[in-house]
């Protein structure tokens, strides 16, 4: 799980490229643990998905990409 890699090893960045309605979960789970988040398009299934992405990262101020 995206949880235990998290906490396993140290990472600086993650590339999401799953079917679109896991981007927000596993991105916003990636951003928590303070990692640079790449997310392929479509990068999320609504405007307020895309939105909490990018408030969360905004809340923990690390990079975030995401193809539209």
């Known amino acids: ?4 890699m998290l906490g396993a ?3 600086d960045a ?4 799953t079917p679109t309605p896991t981007h927000h979960d ?6 928590q643990a303070c990692c ?3 997310v392929e398009k479509p990068m999320a299934l ?3 998905e895309g939105q ?3 408030r969360a ?4 101020e690390t990079g975030f990409l995401g193809e539209t």
């Open 1 to 4: 799980s995206l949880e235990r």
């Open 9 to 11: 090893v140290e990472l």
């Open 14 to 17: 993650v590339y999401i490229a």
């Open 26 to 31: 596993l991105a916003v789970c990636a951003l």
């Open 36 to 38: 640079h988040v790449l």
């Open 46 to 48: 609504g405007v307020q």
């Open 52 to 54: 909490s992405m990018v």
């Open 57 to 60: 990262a905004e809340s923990v």
